[in-house]
């Protein structure tokens, strides 16, 4: 009996198969959606790792052997580490094409640029990819990647030519930047050579070997597993982890899963259970001639069961199977487009579908055995009683309202009541979710993390002073006398002064390392520009290495306000000595300004640079320098650039100045920090033009004498008068008063050793004057500010650390600053242009960064933070709230996003449930309306008309829900 109720069973179906295909293909829809929901939530996670590792590269460790050839043996056969993949570099050169000779250890270490080659391996693992161009395939080619390019400086583009050693090169193909993104990535070969030609220019050999982590290791802990890897190796300089995939914590949304699955299995089985229980009705005829012919109650219920388990199993394997399918062509459609590939199925996925089937199977067997004990309701036979009569005009609305009361008072309030709550339910959700996303908005205005650049050598605080010598006449002739020490901006440049520049080294403080000249080249903007998750980018300028002077300035007691928490302390807890901020002031930070100031700024003098703001950091245990109040000027100093016409070689030697070195080393032959005065001269002799001579000359003997021929006419009538140097002073003032009538040359002039070495020390003079003593940019001091916690936190965003003295400024006053210290290198070095690589230009060297929601997902903070810290940026992070605000807002938009949407699909599942169950009882009533004359229009508007009805107590979807019940009813009126 079984096999032939199976056999029977089965042969209707095939008879029936294109009824059988609707309903499989309306089911099948509803495991899809379940199925695509589960393969989202079990990937996220994926996704979010595998966005790292399209950023650092699909590697756990990487060692490098400078040795020889051979692997660690330890990481080799390590059980958790698959085959190593490999690179080589073969050369090493350096940044500006900086002199060997001129090298600085701390320079060096850090900023040379690799040659070599890498594996077809190496480069798929590392997911290096072409910006354009291609691999070099001939030995006078080169691929580099875009950060070596800039650091180099020779050629930017296709077909530019690259020296190297004396060797040209073709550049054949530029790369994505990777050599400032990964971790350790400058000892990779940012240049790319051919294997032939490697072996050519090799001299100083690296074997590198990078290994990833097999498929099956999963670790909560993964720097523990690499410390063990390297303990147990022996190595410890020459290994790198890739911290910024495996140290990256994701966002655990299991409870968000959790909820999503559970909803989503209701509406899944709810919108199931509808197309089982609407199929099986549409079968009730058939059970009836099944019954009559002598089938059992039982029967025709496993009759039943089984044409439920075969729609179900195929809905959900074919269901099941496009939304794997279309979620693999997803995952290939991002692995193409931006070279990420997360996709995995977890058996999980198969045990959800699996279970949503059975109790599909379960409730709508439920459903039937229910049914079947209820086959008649009292309501459908129940008299109504109607007062009035039927007229044309009010036919539709007292038939259809007459058919409402036969469902009964309490029916009718239960149905409205449903809908009632769905849609409060849903309103509620839609208030929650943009509640939500406005708090969001409103609490993560501000970035979340504020990044600066520093320089990889630290620049000592550091003044220079004017050691400022009277000029005396007595009756021997002359002699200097020291007078007094004059700090910058508090004195004019006067020859006779005999100005000489000492410095003035600040203690107990931390070393500066930002800088405007060391700020962001275009690839590292363009690299952030391109993570996802970012929201904005804010661009600022920051420096610590600048000093400030100001009015009668103490600088025996400046350094003695050094907070508390620094005096014996370590360097890094130290504070910087002076600190700038420069801002494009708008009305935001001018209000922040304005109020700790009192209410003293002026908005328009702010922005042109002429007002400032200082924050003074009273945290102290001794005295500070007072001498710091409102109103005072503040001189901006130029950073210090080098001098190529003094013996100084400072201890320190910051990007600005090796650039200024190099520039230096260009311009004057053979300059290698020592002077060659024979260069200098003939560098001097052969760019100083004849009115800069003149000028010199003139200011000279103005500045020296009270009148020009006291140049020789002083050493008259004195004790040791000397004829010889009478006569030999005279010549000199006659032949200076000859080249300015233009009676002799240049040449001619400058064959006096005595007026050519007065003319160079004078020019020298000026020149040490304007780049040390001389400031840069001045501006006044509207109010000093005492620095408090309440004061940090207000401008945290804007300063990334205070110093003892800090300035926040308008960029129209650092743009004065900058100027003012190119024009100076000009006009002393006599040129109209300097090169751009020594050209101080406003650049940002700061960026508040601010995320937005879609960074939960794809790890916006660990990527901008690796990538930052790897470009020489130092961070101060603000977004671990944010985070977690971003992801409660997540789960908040994901929650009521999900209930409202379960809301809206259970009420219009169960609503077409009522219309259907409605219409087949109103059936009868219905024919005898159509058999007595009324017309089908007259039908369709007297059920549309219980229809508009229901739908308002769901206002929101009553466009759709009339749509749909108008389709339902004409359909089933048609059938009549």
């Not at 000029?471 to 440049?493: A, H, M, W």
């Not at 470009?871 to 938009?893: C, H, M, P, V, W």
């Not at 599942?909 to 259907?916: D, F, L, N, W, Y």
Request: proline content about 1%; charged content about 20%.
């Amino acid at each position: 009996m079984n096999s032939e109720l199976i056999a029977l069973t089965f042969k209707g179906l095939c008879r029936r198969w294109r009824e059988v295909v609707r309903v499989v293909a309306v089911v099948m829809i509803s495991f899809m959606f379940v199925t695509g929901v589960l393969l989202y939530s079990g990937n996220m996670k994926k996704w979010q790792t595998a966005i790292n590792k399209q950023h650092f590269g699909n590697w756990f460790v990487m060692f490098y052997n400078s040795t020889n050839k051979s692997e660690n043996d330890v990481i080799k056969n390590h059980p958790y580490l698959e085959q190593a993949v490999t690179a080589v570099t073969v050369r090493s050169i350096e940044p500006l094409s900086v002199d060997s000779d001129n090298t600085i250890e701390a320079i060096s270490a850090t900023d040379k640029i690799m040659v070599g080659t890498m594996s077809d391996e190496f480069i798929k693992m590392g997911s290096i990819t072409m910006e354009q161009g291609h691999m070099p395939e001939m030995d006078n080619e080169v691929a580099a990647d875009r950060n070596t390019l800039i650091e180099l400086g020779q050629g930017m583009n296709i077909g530019d030519i690259l020296t190297i050693d004396d060797t040209t090169y073709t550049i054949c193909g530029i790369i994505n930047s990777y050599t400032n993104v990964w971790q350790s990535g400058n000892r990779l070969p940012g240049v790319i050579v051919t294997d032939t030609q490697a072996d050519v220019i090799a001299d100083e050999i690296t074997y590198i070997y990078a290994y990833r982590l097999r498929d099956f290791i999963s670790e909560t802990d993964y720097n523990t597993m690499y410390q063990c890897i390297a303990s147990e190796s022996g190595i410890r300089n020459n290994i790198a982890y890739n911290s910024g995939v495996y140290d990256y914590q994701s966002w655990d949304n299991e409870r968000v899963n959790r909820y999503m699955y559970m909803l989503i299995m209701i509406i899944g089985i709810v919108a199931v259970t509808y197309q089982i229980i609407i199929y099986n009705r549409s079968r009730n005829n058939v059970r009836f001639i099944q019954k009559t012919l002598g089938a059992t109650s039982a029967q025709t219920i496993i009759i039943t069961f089984l044409e439920n388990v075969v729609i179900l199993g195929i809905s959900a394997i074919a269901g099941s199977c496009i939304a794997l399918g279309a979620g693999k062509v997803i995952c290939l459609v991002l692995e193409h487009t931006k070279g990420v590939t997360f996709f995995r199925i977890d058996k999980d996925i198969y045990i959800k579908v699996i279970i949503m089937m059975v109790i599909s199977v379960v409730v709508s067997i439920i459903s039937i055995l229910l049914s079947g004990c209820h086959k008649k309701k009292q309501g459908s036979n129940r008299t109504v009683k109607i007062t009035g009569n039927l007229m044309k005009k009010n036919f539709i609305i007292n038939t259809a309202t007459r058919l409402m009361r036969t469902n009964g008072i309490i029916v009718n309030i239960l149905v409205r009541v449903f809908s009632f709550v769905m849609a409060v339910i849903t309103v509620l959700c839609g208030i929650g979710i943009v509640t939500s996303y406005g708090n969001y908005k409103e609490q993560c205005s501000t970035p979340d993390c504020v990044n600066y650049m520093v320089d990889n050598v630290s620049t000592v605080p550091c003044i220079y002073y004017d050691s400022l010598h009277e000029l005396i006449k007595i009756e021997n002739g002359i002699r200097y006398t020291e007078n007094s020490r004059v700090i910058p901006g508090c004195n004019e440049f006067n020859i006779a002064d005999g100005h000489s520049a000492r410095a003035y080294y600040f203690s107990g403080f931390k070393s500066g390392k930002s800088g405007i000249y060391n700020s962001a080249n275009d690839d590292i903007i363009n690299n952030l520009k391109q993570i996802e998750g970012i929201d904005d980018i804010f661009y600022g300028y920051y420096e610590t290495t600048r000093s400030f002077t100001w009015d009668n300035m103490n600088i025996n007691i400046t350094t003695n306000g050094v907070g508390s928490e620094t005096e014996g302390g370590s360097s890094e807890n130290r504070k910087y000595m002076f600190a700038g901020e420069y801002v494009d002031i708008d009305k935001e930070i001018f209000d922040i300004l304005n109020e700790c100031a009192g209410g003293k700024l002026d908005y328009n003098a702010l922005k042109e640079g002429t007002q400032s703001v200082v924050f003074l950091d009273a945290d102290n245990n001794g005295e500070y320098d007072d001498t710091m109040k409102d109103g005072v000027t503040l001189n901006l100093n130029n950073y210090y650039m080098g001098n190529p016409f003094y013996n100084i070689k400072s201890f320190y030697m910051d990007k600005y100045t090796v650039a200024c070195n190099k520039f230096f080393t260009d311009l004057i032959s053979e300059y290698r920090y020592t002077i060659d005065s024979k260069d200098m001269y003939e560098y001097i002799s052969d760019n100083i033009s004849r009115e800069q001579i003149i000028e010199i000359v003139d200011e000279y003997l103005r500045h020296t004498y009270d009148d020009p021929t006291d140049y020789y006419n002083m050493y008259l009538n004195t004790d040791d008068f000397d004829q010889d140097y009478y006569e030999y002073r005279k010549a000199n003032y006659d032949l200076y008063m000859a080249y300015k009538r233009g009676e002799v040359s240049k040449e001619e002039l400058f064959e006096n050793l005595s007026c050519k070495g007065e003319v160079l020390g004078s020019w020298y003079s000026k020149y040490t004057y304007y780049s040390l003593l001389e400031p840069a940019a001045s501006t006044n001091v509207a109010k000093v500010i005492i620095l408090t916690d309440e004061i940090r936190d207000k401008l945290k965003y804007y300063v990334p650390e205070f110093g003892q003295y800090t300035i926040i400024g308008s960029t129209q006053l650092l743009q004065k600053a900058l100027d003012n210290q190119n024009n100076v290198m000009k006009k002393y070095l006599f040129l109209d242009e300097l090169p751009d690589y020594v050209t101080l230009k406003l650049r940002p060297n700061q960026f508040n960064i601010r995320y937005n929601l879609k960074s939960s997902f794809v790890a916006t903070d660990n990527v901008v933070r690796s990538y930052l810290k790897t470009a020489g940026f130092d961070t101060i992070s603000y977004s671990e709230e944010k985070n977690l605000l971003r992801q409660r807002t997540i789960e908040s938009l994901m929650s009521y996003g999900v209930t409202a949407f379960a809301a809206i699909i259970i009420y219009m599942i169960v609503s077409m449930i009522i219309v259907k169950n409605r219409l087949e009882k109103y059936r009868s009533r219905l024919k005898l309306l159509s058999d007595t004359g009324a017309e089908k229009e007259q039908l369709v508007k007297i059920c549309m008309y219980e229809c508009i009805r229901e739908s308002l107590w769901f206002i929101v979807l009553m466009p759709l829900e009339l749509l749909i019940c108008l389709v339902i009813v004409k359909k089933f009126v048609n059938r009549i």
